[in-house]
């Protein structure tokens, strides 16, 4: 189970398009692990489990101020 969660944390950080500084987190507490970038925070949560499946949750927050390749208006396409 933790194996998996991390493993999806450390995929997080492996994929981003930037090299910038990524903190994972990992708290076997309460089944979590965290991965904070300067633009997003991503959160997974075991939320269930049974003799037979897991259930987790992901939620993306993305921080303020983070990067924006297309400035901060957003992609606007030429003639609109």
Known sequence: MMR????FGFVLV??????QSYTTTVN??????????PGYSAST??????????????TI??????YQPMGAG???PMGH
Request: glycine fraction near 10%; aromatic fraction near 6%.
């Open 14 to 19: 492996a994929t981003a398009a930037q090299a």
């Open 4 to 7: 998996v969660l991390v493993w």
């Open 61 to 66: 927050t993305r921080n303020p101020g983070g």
């Open 45 to 58: 949560t075991q939320i269930s489990r049974t003799a037979t499946s897991t259930t987790y949750t992901t």
């Open 74 to 76: 957003g992609y606007h």
């Open 28 to 37: 076997r507490e309460t089944n979590t692990v965290t991965t904070t970038g």
